[in-house]
């Protein structure tokens, strides 16, 4: 079975990525500072108020520590790891193996990410709800339903990657595009903040662009602000731009194959 | 079987040509948006209407100068590059077409690259590639095993990449590129940088897997002595173009059995020492030139070290070094033999 290939390039990743045993601590560390700094933040937004757009303190501190689980499973190196070996040329081993090149790149994307984000997933919501009171999920069916959406927005996330990534095909400064890019990805997200604090205007681009499904919907559905049938909706949407962006990619893929020139011998 | 030309081609290629765009992109976020629309400012052609044909179980030396060309052919060949012009056809297939059909069948080395992860041990991506190329566990453990009787791999095997030498990352890169029985080998200056030792144990176990395998070997190289020790075939590049294209012993025939000696001088010769040596028998000037003599000495003709003592007897030498023709004098020979 080819899955097996795959699922050994994602495992080898894996490996690798515990040999860096020391960004592990230094993830947890400055984790739990970022949701440290919000956490008081917010109180003091919350003083004298119970709830703020349909947010209570409580929630919004249960969506400061979910989303924080979350964004590990995407602060890494997708982008940059398929343009540097576009740039030195080692994409070359990648072009001669019998693997479909995208499929290879979501297995490795997956695979340097798993371990270290549910390591990380697991002391900081361990810690989110011992010492700051958050919240378990809302129903059995919210948790379920929240795995399923967990999953979509890492293959979401990968998609966005991808293309970004693949940028480096056409121009040999791709440092700028992706600094960029994770900006408008923080922000669309509902990472920084929760999409229903935007001014209407902003939310209605947010709600039709594919970064909300990274953190918003999986962090929203786990908080039960939708659940039945917009729930699935909601799912729905996630699984669409998967399957638009992941098309796009292929399709870029082989545009930027058709022009590599790889570099050195 | 590895000196017969079979009817059919295993690899063929038509008016290969690559030309490579070259430009200049701008730092950062307004420079990387350009690069995206801008065209090319240049152009290199690096490889120019080159046709062969490689029939299964050859080994073929694909020779040429730093920046004949030849890597871009390997890329080419390999599936890695879309070609500008021309076709390749392997076993069939259009391999940057088919990459993944083409990928099965083909093993790929470049000495200047590894293929292996840097941070795990070596054992590791050796396991990695048998799923990725889904190799028996028998068969997988049986190359090992042979491998490791050729090279001596076995004690490197725990040890990641970026903790081997040079010539121990080569090593078993080469084992890498060889571990799913691959029909075809693409090597890319496997000897390059290598200390004698390590180059022997590389030549030794190419020649190994061809014979035992039959496995079709194509090696890239500005080595004249890795394709004498492995190769019945040489194709030459220069420039982007094929000069010469057949049996190896005639180039070395013509051209390697002379030895170059080389004079480096503390003040010029008199014209009258020169020609004394140059007039002995199957003595050629390379290159004379204000404090350097190079001789091309045919050995038949004249003992090397006659010529050696004749130099030191009559010029002001400060280096004298001795050593077989490397690639240059064998491509500058070509020419002259097609110009007159
Ligand atoms: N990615 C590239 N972009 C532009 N020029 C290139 C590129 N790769 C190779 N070249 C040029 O093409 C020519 C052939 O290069 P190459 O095939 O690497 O030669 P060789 O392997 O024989 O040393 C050289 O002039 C080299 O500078
Ligand atoms: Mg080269």
Redesign the pocket.
């Known amino acids: 079975m080819a899955i097996r290939a795959y699922a050994a390039l994602g495992v080898q990743r894996a490996q690798v990525a515990l040999t860096y045993r020391l960004s592990l601590a230094t993830g947890i560390l400055t984790g739990l500072v970022r949701i440290l700094v919000l956490y008081y933040i917010w109180r003091v937004v919350y003083q004298g108020e119970s709830v703020l757009q349909g947010f209570t303190l409580q929630e919004m501190t249960t969506y400061l520590f979910v989303s924080f689980v979350l964004r590990n499973f995407y602060s890494f190196q997708t982008e940059t790891s398929i343009s540097s070996k576009i740039r030195d ?1 080692s994409v070359s081993f990648e072009l001669i193996k019998p693997l479909n090149y995208q499929m290879a790149r979501f297995a490795e994307s997956l695979g340097s990410v798993v371990v270290e984000g549910v390591l990380i997933g697991i002391v900081v919501a361990t810690v989110g709800w011992i010492a700051f009171g958050m919240s378990g999920p809302a129903t059995p069916v919210a948790a379920a339903a929240f795995v399923a959406s967990l999953v979509l927005s890492l293959m979401i996330n990968f998609a966005i990657c991808f293309l970004v990534g693949l940028v480096s095909f056409w121009s040999t400064s791709v440092f700028g595009i992706v600094n960029s890019k994770r900006l408008i990805v923080e922000f669309f997200s509902g990472a920084l903040v929760p999409l229903a604090f935007f001014p209407a205007w902003l939310r209605t681009i947010a709600q039709w662009l594919p970064f909300r499904g990274i953190v918003s919907t999986p962090v929203i559905i786990y908080l039960g602000q939708v659940s039945g049938e917009r729930m699935w909706a909601e799912l729905a949407v996630q699984a669409a731009w998967i399957v638009v962006m992941w098309l796009a990619g292929a399709a870029v893929w082989r545009l930027a194959t058709r022009r590599l ?5 | 079987m590895h000196h017969d030309r079979v009817n059919s081609p295993l690899i063929e290629a038509e008016c290969l040509t ?1 030309t ?3 430009r200049r992109s701008k730092p950062g976020l307004v420079g990387a948006l350009r690069g995206l629309v801008s065209g090319a400012d240049q152009t ?1 052609v ?2 120019e209407d080159v046709s062969f044909a490689i029939g299964p179980g050859e080994t073929v030396g694909y020779i ?12 080419m060949l390999t599936g890695i590059l879309v070609p500008t012009s021309g076709s390749v056809t392997v076993a069939g297939i259009e391999p940057s077409r088919n990459r993944t059909e083409n990928g099965k069948r083909i093993g790929v080395a470049f000495g200047q690259r590894t293929s292996l992860n840097w941070d795990i041990p070596v054992r590791e991506s050796f396991r990695l590639l048998r799923e990725i190329y889904r190799i028996p566990v028998d068969a997988f453990e049986r190359n090992v095993q042979m491998f490791n009787e050729v090279l001596g791999i076995e004690p490197l095997l725990g040890t990641p990449v970026r903790k081997l030498s040079l010539g121990q990352r080569m090593k078993c890169d080469l084992a890498a590129a060889f571990l799913h029985d691959p029909e075809i080998a693409y090597l ?2 496997p000897t390059i940088g290598l200390d004698v030792v390590a180059k022997d144990a590389v030549r030794a176990f190419i020649n190994h897997v061809n014979h035992e395998r039959g496995t079709t070997v194509i090696l ?1 190289t ?1 080595d004249l002595q890795d394709i004498e020790k492995i190769c019945n075939r040489a194709m030459i ?1 220069d420039a ?1 173009h094929l000069v010469y294209d057949g049996p190896l012993e005639q180039i070395f025939d013509r051209h390697a059995l002379h030895k170059e000696i080389r004079f480096d001088l503390r003040s010029e010769p008199s014209p009258q020492s020169v020609d004394t040596i140059t007039q002995m028998p199957g003595v050629e000037p390379l290159e004379v030139d204000g404090h350097l003599v190079l001789l091309a000495v045919d050995p038949a003709q004249s003992a090397t070290s006659d010529v050696a003592r004749a130099g030191l007897d009559l010029l002001d030498v400060a280096d004298l070094s001795l050593s077989d023709p490397g690639i240059e004098s064998v491509v500058k020979s070509i020419y002259e033999e097609k110009l007159s």
Not at chain 2, 64 to 75: M, P
Request: positive net charge; proline residues 0%.
């Open positions: 040329g020139e790889v570099n050195g011998g | 690559k490579y765009r070259v290199v690096a490889v040429g100068k730093n920046g004949a060309g030849k890597s871009t052919t390997i890329k890319d200056e890239a500005h590049i982007g």
